[in-house]
T-cell receptor, first 113, second 108 residues
Framework: DGGITQSPKYLFRKEGQNVTLSCEQN?????MYWYRQDPGQGLRLIYY???????QKGDIAEGYSVSREKKESFPLTVTSAQKNPTAFYLC????????????FGSGTRLTVV | AQRVTQPEKLLSVFKGAPVELKCNYS??????LFWYVQYSRQRLQLLLR??SRESIKGFTADLNKGETSFHLKKPFAQEEDSAMYYC??????????FGSGTRLLVRP
């Protein structure tokens, strides 16, 4: 059953810690994306990657970092520089034909304690 | 700059009433527009896209380039339509830009 898997579902972080959110897809999709979802603000793009070993900043990249060493994986690190990290994070992917639209993961809820 | 605006945070209608969720966009090129839906406890999923010009679950959306709008419509709302709806614009770089979303509540 193909899809996108995000883990963990819930994540708690202490002030000053870096945490990494996992996103894995077995859809053979080329492009992958990270979004942040906050109430009343919709989804905002953090980073995206169109091919392996390449990625670009989205609208709110400050305090985040990513890597794309494999086509299947696009992990997101929330660093201590991110001032307000508590949010719901969504990963998505798409193939070049875009025939089926973007596929989304089930999300990770990050809470700073 | 590219922007998607959904002016209503909440839209409440009675079952059987018509529904129109508004979406306006600003984009200098030829955009590709989508509607995504998120039902309670489910993943965000594609509802429809303007290039396919299809009707999904009774919903339709027409791209109006003159008014830069892509409103989502359904003639008779059902309770199972209650969900969060997002309008989104895709530009040539494959970035997907979302509106802030509209929560549709269909009351019995």
């Amino acid at each position: 059953d193909g899809g996108i898997t995000q883990s963990p579902k819930y994540l708690f972080r202490k002030e000053g810690q870096n945490v990494t959110l996992s996103c894995e897809q077995n859809l053979n999709h080329d492009a992958m994306y990270w979004y942040r979802q906050d109430p009343g603000q919709g989804l905002r793009l953090i980073y995206y990657s169109q091919i392996v070993n390449d990625f670009q900043k989205g609208d709110i990249a400050e305090g985040y970092s990513v890597s794309r060493e494999k086509k299947e994986s696009f992990p997101l690190t929330v660093t201590s520089a991110q001032k307000n990290p508590t949010a719901f994070y969504l990963c998505a992917s798409i193939d070049w034909s875009r025939s089926n639209g973007y596929t989304f993961g089930s999300g990770t809820r990050l809470t700073v304690v | 700059a590219q922007r998607v605006t959904q002016p209503e945070k909440l839209l409440s209608v009675f079952k059987g009433a018509p529904v129109e969720l508004k979406c306006n966009y600003s984009y200098s090129g030829s955009p590709e527009l989508f509607w995504y839906v998120q039902y309670s406890r489910q993943r965000l999923q594609l509802l429809l896209r303007h290039i396919s010009r299809e009707s999904i679950k009774g919903f339709t959306a027409d791209l109006n380039k003159g008014e830069t709008s892509f409103h989502l419509k359904k003639p008779f709302a059902q309770e199972e339509d209650s969900a969060m709806y997002y309008c989104a614009l895709s530009e040539s770089s494959y970035k997907l830009i979302f509106g802030s979303g509209t929560r549709l509540l269909v009351r019995p």
